[in-house]
Every structure is written in structure tokens, then in C-alpha cells.
């Protein structure tokens, strides 16, 4: 043979190959692209449609737009524009993917101005040989007058993130902006060090989800002509685990400090606070035939409120069988006054579960048990806020003086009362410096501190203001109007008739 074609051979052969390579990529990109979209498409929760605008696939670099529109409102969309290298780089892998998300009206004209018509946000992904996938993303800081009040200055730190993507459908995100504040004119306010974490995977259908994600705020300020919050360490959490034929479901949100204002008014503060809540021993079958269920309707154009309904009431009928599980983990938080705190748990029996419609089997099916732990200061001072309103319009109609020291007292007067009432018909247990209410359902009957509640609750009589009329006395303290002899509702207090004298 030839030398120059036993050369040249091999060449064309690998130099066809070589063309060939930027073809095959792209069109597996493609079709990637298309199945996804295909598959968003069909979601029934999500709250978007989701559509392919266009796809331009070239040998060396392609171009594709994906639009996401509000279902509720369609005037209302985003584009995300996608612009594919398709030529294979040894040091980063098979394609290099830039996208870029295009807003449209009022939202791309505002990005428009503070960005000065660069990206607000660009997403820089590299799929390697292996699979895997690292995206950046980027929005690029700027400090700007308000574009709607101008002695406002806006201010914004950027963004930066990392999504890893393996080849296991493993994901991974990292995101932090620094900060976001709007100082000057009429209001004042902003964020600083914003981060979200989450990682997620999946074996099979969408049921087998699992993972968890974490939002969290170092701080949260507003302030006002009229009024003021602050809010610091908050978070928010939430995760999906998957044991067998169940998954779990858990919430979490939690703010370290806090305080509000309004003009005229003293601080509220608080700190500490804390909502943890978990759905255990959830059906993946009685999700997944949901899912399915909702994607088909929408298929076959049958979105009728009925058909909704119907798969609802399916989809609490398969979780009810599968002996689902509540707790409220934590609920709490601690004021100047004192704390409260909470926990309970309630549990579904769905064995042998065949008519899912209200009625004695189905409470009777229901267990529940939590209690509620509070610093008697701090119901003390909540009554006393709460009665304090009824108190000095009761005062003004019986013609007696409000000064501070009578609607101090007279407050007092009347929580302890109410305080009284609640701990002698058994709502209230007093535990040390707490109140403690413990509650209890089985076999369909709700028991308070160990008492039937119908037995706890027919026997409550309210604390009251007094019945008789206070008198116009010529000391200008009025402390006759303070005697609380009896114990009526403050409706039925009315204003006093003429006095004979």
C-alpha cells in the first residue's frame, strides 16, 4: 500500500471523527433539552407553563430559548436564552453552556436601569466526560438612585453561586449575595448576607426525591415614618427522606432576634423563635397517583374544579392508608416577659381504612397528644395588653376617669380574674412560673389536663368588669371605680344612668 494513503487514511478517518464529535454533542444536548422541557411541561404543581421557543442547532454552536409563563397571569414571562459551545475542551469537558435569563415588562425595564442593560443574572454551566455538570452563577453588583424615588440609593453586592451536577442526579447548589439596602427617602431598609444551600437527589420517579435546603439572613431591616422592624439569624429549612414505600417531610424557620415599632408605641422584641414541623410516614403511591393523575387531566384538557376535587379526596384517601404522621417538633419563643413553648404529635390509624367520608370510625382513628408551656408573666402581660382596650372604653361609658393608674389597675384586676377562671375549670395548670396546658385526643374525645374539654368548657364562666355603676367621686383618682366585687362579661357592661341626687 501506499505510503501517502496509509497515512492519510487514519487522518481522514480521525479528522471525520473529530468533525463528527461537535455534531453528537450537540445533538445530545437537544434532545436533553427537549425531554426536559417536555417533562416541566407536564408537571401539574408547577405553577409555569414551560415551552421551547425555538432550538438552532449548528456544527460548532447552538442557540435555544425556553419560556416559562405564569399560568395565572401569561402577560407575565420569562426567557432563558442559551447559548451552547459545542466544541469538546480537554481541560473542562464536552460542551460550555451561557445562559442568560430575558425579563419582560416591568421587570426587564427596572433590571434594565440598575444594570445598565447587562445580564441582572448569568448562569456559566460546563458538562464534563464524565457527566457531571458545574454551573456559576453571577449578578454583578451596582449602587444606583431608587428608579422610583430618586433621594433613595439602591445597593446591591452581587451574587455569586456554584450547582454541581453528577452523573448520579445528584445536585448541589451554594448561593450568597452580601447584601441589598435601600437608604434615604421616605423608607429605609435591606438584607445583608443572604445564603442558600441545598442538595438534592433522586433514584426514579419524583416521589424518590430526596435531600434538604437551607435559606438563611443574617438580618432583615425596615423602618418607616409610622414604623420599624429588625429581624436577625433567620433561616428556613426544609427536607424530603425516602424509607421505603414512605418519605418525610420536614419545615423548619427560626429568627434569632427581633423587634417592631410603631409611632406613639413601645418595642415588642423577642428572640429565639422557632416552627419545626414534620409530615412522617407520607405514601409515595399516594403521591405518585396523584401526580400521574393531575399530569393525565391535563393532558386530555379536563381541569375542572370537580375533577380537582375528586383526586384530591383520592390523594387524602391513599394518605390516610398509609397511617400518616404530624409533629410538631418545636414551637416557641422567648420575650422580655417570659417564654412559651409547644410540642405535640398526632397520629392517623389507616389500617383496613375503606370509607375515608367524616364520621365516628374516622375521628376515632385519630390520636393526638402536645402540651403548651408559658411564663405566667408573659400571659399575664399579654391579657393585660388584650383587656386593657375594653377596659378604657368600660370606663368611659360608666363616666369614670381613664388615667393610667385606674386602667393599670382595673387590668390587672381582670387578668387575674380571667387567670383565675382558667386554672379553677381545669384550661390552665399552674407549673412552678409556668402555666401548662396539656391536650389529648383518643377514641374520638379531646381531653384538657386530664378532664373532658366538653365538661372543662361547659363549666368556664368568663372574669368580668364589675356590674354596679362606679361612682362620680370628687378625688380625681376615681379609685371607687376599682372594686371589682363580681365577675361579669364586658358586654355586659353599659353606660350608667343619670345619677338622682
Same mark, same amino acid.
Given at each position: 500500500?501506499?505510503?501517502?494513503?496509509?497515512?492519510a487514511?487514519?487522518?481522514?478517518?480521525?479528522g471525520?471523527a473529530?468533525?463528527?464529535i461537535?455534531?453528537y454533542?450537540?445533538?445530545?444536548y437537544?434532545?436533553?433539552v427537549?425531554?426536559?422541557v417536555?417533562?416541566m411541561s407536564?408537571l +401539574?404543581q408547577? +405553577?409555569?407553563?414551560?415551552?421551547l421557543?425555538?432550538?438552532?442547532?449548528?456544527?460548532?454552536?447552538?442557540?435555544a430559548?425556553?419560556?416559562f409563563?405564569?399560568k395565572?397571569q401569561p402577560?407575565?414571562?420569562? @426567557?432563558l436564552?442559551?447559548q451552547?459551545?459545542q466544541w469538546?475542551?480537554?481541560n473542562a469537558?464536552?460542551?460550555r453552556?451561557?445562559?442568560?435569563p430575558e425579563?419582560?415588562?416591568?421587570?426587564k425595564?427596572?433590571?434594565d436601569y440598575?444594570?445598565?442593560?447587562?445580564?441582572?443574572?448569568?448562569?456559566?454551566?460546563v458538562i464534563?466526560? @464524565?457527566?457531571?455538570?458545574?454551573?456559576?452563577?453571577?449578578?454583578?453588583a451596582f449602587k444606583?438612585? !431608587?428608579?422610583? &424615588?430618586?433621594? $433613595?440609593?439602591?445597593?446591591? /453586592?452581587?451574587?455569586q453561586g456554584?450547582?454541581?451536577?453528577?452523573?448520579?442526579?445528584?445536585?448541589t447548589? #451554594?448561593?450568597a449575595?452580601? #447584601?441589598l439596602q435601600?437608604?434615604?427617602?421616605?423608607a429605609?431598609?435591606?438584607?445583608?448576607a443572604?445564603?442558600? &444551600?441545598?442538595k438534592w437527589?433522586? &433514584?426514579?420517579a419524583t416521589?424518590?426525591w430526596?435531600?434538604e435546603a437551607?435559606l438563611?439572613?443574617a438580618?432583615?431591616?425596615?423602618s418607616?415614618a409610622?414604623?420599624?422592624?429588625?429581624?436577625?439569624d433567620?433561616?428556613?429549612?426544609?427536607?424530603?427522606?425516602?424509607?421505603?414505600?414512605?418519605?418525610?417531610?420536614?419545615?423548619a424557620?427560626?429568627?434569632?432576634?427581633? =423587634?417592631?415599632?410603631?409611632a406613639?408605641?413601645?418595642?415588642?422584641?423577642?428572640?429565639n423563635?422557632?416552627?419545626?414541623?414534620?409530615?412522617?410516614q407520607?405514601?409515595?403511591?399516594a403521591?405518585?397517583k396523584?401526580?400521574e393523575?393531575m399530569?393525565s387531566?391535563?393532558?386530555?384538557?379536563s381541569t375542572?374544579?370537580h375533577?380537582?376535587? &375528586?383526586k384530591?379526596?383520592?390523594l387524602f384517601?391513599?394518605?390516610l392508608r398509609?397511617s400518616?404522621v404530624v409533629?410538631?417538633?418545636?414551637l416557641?419563643?422567648?420575650? +422580655?416577659?417570659?417564654?412559651v !413553648?409547644?410540642q405535640?404529635?398526632?397520629?392517623?390509624?389507616?389500617?383496613?381504612?375503606?370509607?375515608?367520608?367524616?364520621?365516628?370510625?374516622l375521628?376515632?382513628r385519630l390520636q393526638?397528644?402536645?402540651h403548651v408551656?408559658i411564663a !405566667?408573666?408573659?400571659?399575664?402581660?399579654q391579657?393585660?395588653?388584650k383587656t386593657?382596650?375594653?377596659?378604657?372604653v368600660?370606663?368611659?361609658?360608666?363616666?369614670?376617669?381613664r388615667?393610667?393608674?385606674n386602667?393599670?389597675?382595673?387590668?390587672e384586676?381582670?387578668?387575674?380574674?380571667?387567670?383565675k377562671s382558667?386554672?379553677?375549670n381545669?384550661?390552665?395548670?399552674?407549673n /412552678?412560673?409556668?402555666?401548662?396546658?396539656?391536650a389529648e385526643?383518643?377514641?374520638?374525645?379531646?381531653?384538657l389536663?386530664?378532664?373532658?374539654?366538653s365538661q372543662?368548657?361547659?363549666?368556664?364562666?368568663?372574669?368580668?368588669?364589675?356590674?354596679?355603676?362606679?361612682?362620680? $367621686? =370628687?378625688?380625681?383618682? #376615681?379609685?371607687?371605680?376599682?372594686?371589682?366585687?363580681?365577675a361579669? !362579661?364586658?358586654?355586659q357592661?353599659?353606660?350608667? $344612668?343619670?345619677?338622682?341626687?
Open positions: 500500500m501506499n505510503k501517502a494513503v496509509f497515512i487514511v487514519p487522518v481522514v478517518v480521525l471525520a473529530a468533525a463528527a461537535p455534531w454533542a450537540g445533538n445530545q437537544e434532545r436533553a427537549r425531554a426536559e417536555s417533562e407536564r +401539574p408547577l +405553577p409555569l407553563n414551560v415551552t421557543v425555538r432550538y438552532s442547532r449548528g456544527w460548532l454552536s447552538s442557540e430559548v425556553v419560556r409563563t405564569l395565572a402577560n407575565l414571562f420569562l @426567557d436564552r442559551q451552547v459551545s469538546p475542551d480537554p469537558g464536552w460542551l453552556v451561557r445562559s442568560l425579563w419582560s415588562g416591568p421587570v425595564a427596572a433590571f440598575y444594570f445598565d442593560g447587562k445580564p441582572a443574572l448569568s448562569f456559566d454551566s464534563g466526560f @464524565d457527566g457531571r455538570a458545574k454551573t456559576t452563577l453571577t449578578s454583578p444606583k438612585p !431608587s428608579q422610583y &424615588d430618586p433621594a $433613595a440609593m439602591v445597593s446591591w /453586592g452581587g451574587l456554584t450547582l454541581l451536577e453528577g452523573a448520579d442526579r445528584q445536585w447548589i #451554594h448561593a449575595a452580601p #447584601h435601600v437608604e434615604g427617602g421616605e429605609a431598609g435591606g438584607m445583608k443572604l445564603t442558600f &444551600d441545598t437527589g433522586a &433514584d426514579a416521589a424518590d430526596q435531600g437551607k438563611a439572613l438580618e432583615l431591616h425596615f418607616g409610622h414604623e420599624r422592624l429588625e429581624l436577625k433567620m433561616s428556613w429549612a426544609t427536607f424530603q427522606r425516602s424509607s421505603g414505600e414512605n418519605v418525610s417531610l420536614g419545615y424557620l427560626r429568627v434569632g432576634q427581633g =423587634s417592631s415599632a410603631k406613639g408605641e413601645t418595642t415588642d422584641s423577642f428572640s423563635a422557632v416552627l419545626e414541623l414534620e409530615f412522617d407520607i405514601s409515595k403511591k403521591l405518585t396523584y401526580i393523575g399530569r387531566a391535563q393532558q386530555v384538557g375542572q374544579d375533577l380537582a376535587a &375528586d384530591m379526596l383520592d384517601a391513599e394518605l398509609g400518616p409533629r410538631l417538633k418545636q416557641g419563643v422567648e420575650t +422580655p416577659s417570659g417564654a !413553648s409547644a405535640a404529635t398526632i397520629t392517623f390509624d389507616g389500617s383496613n381504612l375503606t370509607d375515608v367520608h367524616l364520621s365516628p370510625d375521628l376515632g393526638g397528644k402536645g408551656d !405566667s408573666s408573659l400571659l399575664r402581660s391579657l393585660q395588653r386593657r382596650p375594653q377596659v378604657e368600660a370606663l368611659q361609658q360608666q363616666g369614670a376617669q388615667n393610667e393608674e386602667v393599670r389597675a382595673l387590668s384586676k381582670l387578668t387575674e380574674a380571667q387567670l382558667l386554672t379553677d381545669g384550661i390552665l395548670r399552674l /412552678g412560673t409556668n402555666f401548662t396546658l396539656e385526643l383518643a377514641g374520638g374525645q379531646v381531653l389536663n386530664g378532664q373532658p374539654a372543662v368548657f361547659g363549666e368556664l364562666i368568663g372574669p368580668a368588669l364589675p356590674r354596679e355603676q362606679p361612682t362620680r $367621686a =370628687s378625688r380625681p383618682d #376615681h379609685r371607687a371605680a376599682l372594686e371589682v366585687p363580681g361579669l !362579661s364586658l358586654a357592661v353599659r353606660p350608667p $344612668a343619670p345619677a338622682v341626687r
